[in-house]
């Protein structure tokens, strides 16, 4: 049954609802093509009935977010012990060391808030320290982008020390997002301000999904999706994630209690807002890794959405490093030609058999498609520039053995890329460990931030943006 609230914003919609789906209901998707019919499905009268193969989709999306839902208290402790032992690790020296402090009474126990407090995603790559490059030069935000998607995995205290001593750019907040759908904060934003005497900078940078949030994995999931008239059919999850409102959607303009919680769009909008017209030389950048990959293509689109003629003539570029698909084919045209038109730069990073970049499917159930510049790195960081990854896909059964293979390869590469690169690149025990897993799901480490980060530096992408 269509709901008034939806009407108010799309004109068609499919929505799932895996808190009010029962495993019964659930296995009857795949037997009847009613798919409107199930209670935990809203649907436009339109687009209530689908193949079965859209079913099966529907049927393991609904059944993946309700068994997320069920463990995601003990995955959320299972994730937060996993932390504390690996920083434990990391702050007293090794195993070794840390048994030798605890006998002696010298043990350093992690702070949770301190600045030295690393989440799994931190761990698996510490380097925090920008390297010496230039603002002339054609990387250099570029490389800005993809450190600051890595370092919004990490706590507050963390990103203000390191941005203010470390990259000494001024912190300007780190921000716990409001999920209207999923009646909680899911979604944080690390927003900084590049200043230089002849430009200034603002980094708007989302986080992705950390590997033990199961709210950050319901969203990635959720094949929900909502035509907007003019612009197309987009991810239910991910315009949850930025701020959809149940009751209104998406309007221009709200009223919001200071107590709770922001909406990651409403927020940033009027920290740019106000930023860029008290600042007539300053511009912005987006960008985001995985999820927040999404979310930095998203936010524009809601930009223009609302016509927001200051921000899109301060808006310089979008990069997003191992971003999903967000929306079907007219919705890829209707951004292809904002960009255009606002001489707005889009660039997406790909690094080889990451996973991500090639969900939801594009093909002829799901629709999904990417638009913008795909830059595609190989194992060896070669770039090539092209429309659409490999394998856009992934599962095809003639990659299965080429991907285990280039895993192998990783793996080799993980002992050898500081001798040959130096030691700004060595990589530890931790993310070696993370690396074996692509012998049984190639693709999944290499979703990692770690090989974006060496992307930015050992690809060849200068003569890319120097040509552009």
Not at 354 to 375: E, N, Q, S
Not at 409 to 436: C, D, Q, V
């Amino acid at each position: 049954m269509a709901s008034s609230c939806n009407k108010a914003f799309a004109d068609s919609y499919m929505i799932l609802k895996p808190e009010e789906a029962h495993l019964f209901d659930i296995g009857r998707v795949l037997f009847s093509r009613n798919i409107g019919h199930r209670k935990f499905v809203e649907s436009h009268d339109d687009e209530v009935k689908g193949s079965l193969r859209y079913r099966i989709l529907i049927f393991v999306s609904v059944l993946l977010q309700k068994f997320l839902l069920h463990i995601a208290k003990p995955l959320a402790n299972f994730g937060s012990f996993m932390e504390l032992v690996i920083n434990l690790l990391v702050l007293n020296g090794g195993l070794a060391m840390t048994i030798i402090n605890l006998l002696t009474g010298h043990l350093i126990f992690p702070d949770r808030k301190s600045p030295r407090f690393l989440s799994c995603i931190g761990n698996l790559d510490a380097r925090s320290k920008l390297e010496a490059l230039k603002r002339e030069d054609s990387r250099y935000y570029v490389l800005l982008a993809m450190m600051a998607s890595k370092a919004s995995y990490e706590n507050a205290a963390y990103l203000k020390y390191t941005i203010t001593n470390d990259w000494k750019m001024e912190f300007v907040g780190f921000y716990d997002c409001w999920n209207d759908y999923q009646g909680k904060a899911t979604t944080q934003v690390l927003i900084l301000l590049d200043k230089h005497e002849d430009r200034d900078t603002y980094v708007v940078a989302f986080r992705g999904t950390e590997p033990f949030d199961s709210d950050a994995w319901c969203t990635d999931l959720d094949i929900s999706w909502y035509g907007i008239p003019g612009i197309g059919k987009i991810h239910g999850g991910f315009m949850k994630a930025l701020g959809l409102q149940k009751n209104m959607g998406w309007p221009k303009e709200i009223q919001r209690d200071e107590n709770l919680a922001p909406l990651a769009y409403y927020v940033i909008r009027d920290i740019l807002r106000k930023g860029l017209s008290e600042n007539p030389k300053a511009k912005f950048i987006v960008t985001g890794h995985s999820l927040g990959g999404a979310l930095a293509i998203l936010f524009p689109t809601i930009m223009f959405l609302h016509d927001e003629k200051l921000l899109m003539e301060r808006l310089e570029g979008i990069y997003t490093f191992g971003q999903p698909r967000v929306g079907n084919e007219d919705y890829a045209d209707f951004m292809r030609q904002k960009l255009k038109e606002n001489s707005i730069r889009y660039c997406r990073f790909v690094y080889c058999n990451d996973i991500v970049p090639r969900l939801p499917y594009d093909d002829k159930d799901l629709l999904f498609k990417h638009f913008g510049v795909c830059l595609f790195f190989n194992r060896r960081y070669e770039l090539r520039v092209l429309e659409e990854e490999p394998n856009p896909n992934y599962f095809s059964p003639w990659c299965v053995i080429p991907m285990i293979f280039n895993a192998i390869m990783e793996m080799i590469r993980s002992f050898t890329i500081a001798y040959k690169n130096g030691p700004h690149y060595r990589e530890g025990w931790f993310l070696f460990s993370f690396r074996m897993i692509g012998l049984l799901i190639p693709g999944l480490p290499a979703h990692g931030p770690q090989d974006y980060i060496n992307c930015t530096l050992l690809g060849s992408i200068d003569k890319h943006f120097k040509k552009d």
